[in-house]
C-alpha cells in the first residue's frame, strides 16, 4: 500500500503542526529556574564518595570489583587480550584510576575517575527524555527504555563522564550509577569503595564525608591543596568528593564555579525562548490564520464537486 501524501494532505499536516506550535515551544522557565536553583542544597540523607588522593596506592582494586558489579568485560585491547588496561573512562569502564606526573619533578599523584553525582547534573537537565535522572540518594541513574542515543549527556557534563558505546548495533549510555541497583538497594556499599584495601575512596553520607574531609584538612595543614574540599561547591556541589595534595586541575579535575550547571542552563534557554517569544507569537497567529482559510478552501471546494460532480485534484 502507497504511504505517498497528496499536496492536500501534505498541507494539512503543516497546517496543523502551525497551529499548535507556538503553544508547545514556550517553556515555564519560572519553574525551571525553581528546579535548577543557582547553589542547589544536597538532602540530609544524600550519599556521597570521598577519595583521598594522599591515601591512594593506585593498586586499582577498584576497576575489576566494579567491572564485576556491573557485569562489564574487562578492556583488554591495549594489553593483548592479558588484563584490564583502559586509557580512561569508555563503555567498558565506569571507574578508573589514573596517574598523574610531573616529568619535570618527583610530584605525583593518583586520581579515581567516575560519575561525580552532582547535585544538579547537567546531564540530566541535558537528556530530552529523561533517561537520565537523579535517584533515591541522589544517585544519577540511566534508563535504556527512554534513551534515544542522542549524546547531550556527553555534551553537557563538565566532567566528560558519560561514554557512548560506539561498537554496539544497540548502543547504550555507560556511567557510574553509584551501583544503585547492583547494591545500594540491597543496603550495600558501592563495589569500588568495598574494594578499597587502603580506604583511599570511602562511602558514606555526603555531610558526614565533608566533616571528615575538613578534620583530615584541620590536623594536617600544608598537606592538602588549599585546604579545601573538592566538590563541596564545584558546579553546583558534587557527591564524589576530593582531596589531594596537587593541583586539582593537575589531577584533572576541571575549573567550576560554584553555579549549578543546570541553572546557568535554565538562564540561557529563557533568555532564548524570550527572545523568540515574538517570531513564535507571529507563527502561532499565522497558523490560525492558515487554518481558517483553510477550512474556508476545504467548504467551497466541496460546494464545487457537489456542482460539477468530479472531484478537485489539487
Known amino acids: 500500500m502507497s504511504v505517498a ?3 492536500r494532505q501534505a498541507f494539512k499536516v503543516m497546517v496543523g503542526l502551525g497551529g499548535t506550535v507556538a503553544t508547545g515551544l514556550l517553556p515555564k522557565t519560572a519553574a525551571a529556574e525553581e528546579e535548577h536553583p543557582a547553589h542547589p542544597v544536597a538532602p540530609a540523607d544524600a550519599i556521597a564518595m570521598l577519595y583521598d588522593s594522599t591515601v591512594c596506592t593506585g593498586c586499582k582494586a577498584c576497576m575489576p570489583a566494579c567491572n564485576e558489579a556491573n557485569g562489564l568485560p574487562a578492556d583488554t585491547l591495549l ?4 588484563w584490564d588496561m583502559p586509557t ?6 565506569k571507574n578508573i584510576i589514573e596517574l598523574y606526573q610531573d616529568p619535570k619533578s618527583d610530584e605525583f599523584a593518583f586520581v579515581k575517575k567516575q560519575c561525580m553525582h552532582c547535585l544538579d547534573p547537567a546531564c540530566v537537565t541535558g537528556c530530552p527524555f529523561g533517561s537520565l535522572k537523579k535517584s533515591d540518594w541522589g544517585a544519577v541513574t540511566w534508563n535504556s527504555s527512554l534513551c534515544i542515543g542522542c549524546r547531550y549527556c556527553e555534551v553537557a557534563c563538565p566532567f566528560e563522564v558519560p561514554q557512548f558505546e560506539w561498537k554496539s548495533w544497540n548502543p547504550q549510555i555507560v556511567k557510574c550509577e553509584f551501583c544503585y541497583d547492583q547494591r545500594l538497594k540491597k543496603d550495600l556499599e558501592p563495589a569500588c569503595t568495598a574494594a578499597c584495601p587502603t580506604g583511599a575512596v570511602i562511602f558514606g553520607k555526603r555531610v558526614d564525608l565533608l566533616a571528615k574531609a575538613k578534620d583530615r584538612i584541620a590536623t594536617a595543614p600544608g598537606k592538602y591543596f588549599e585546604e579545601r574540599v573538592y566538590g563541596e561547591h564545584e558546579a553546583g556541589g558534587t557527591q564524589v568528593l576530593y582531596l589531594s595534595s596537587v593541583s586539582f586541575q593537575k589531577i584533572g579535575l576541571p575549573k567550576l564555579g560554584t553555579t549549578s550547571i543546570g541553572h546557568y542552563a535554565t538562564k540561557v534557554t529563557s533568555h532564548i525562548y ?5 517570531p513564535i507569537a507571529v507563527s502561532g497567529v499565522l497558523g490560525f490564520f492558515i487554518r481558517r482559510n483553510w477550512n474556508r478552501h476545504e467548504l467551497e471546494r466541496l460546494e464545487h464537486e457537489k456542482q460539477s460532480g468530479f472531484p478537485d485534484q489539487l
Open 274 to 278: 524570550k527572545w523568540l517569544s515574538g
Open 88 to 93: 580512561g573512562l569508555n563503555a567498558q569502564t
Open 5 to 7: 501524501l497528496s499536496r
Open 79 to 82: 594489553s593483548g587480550g592479558i
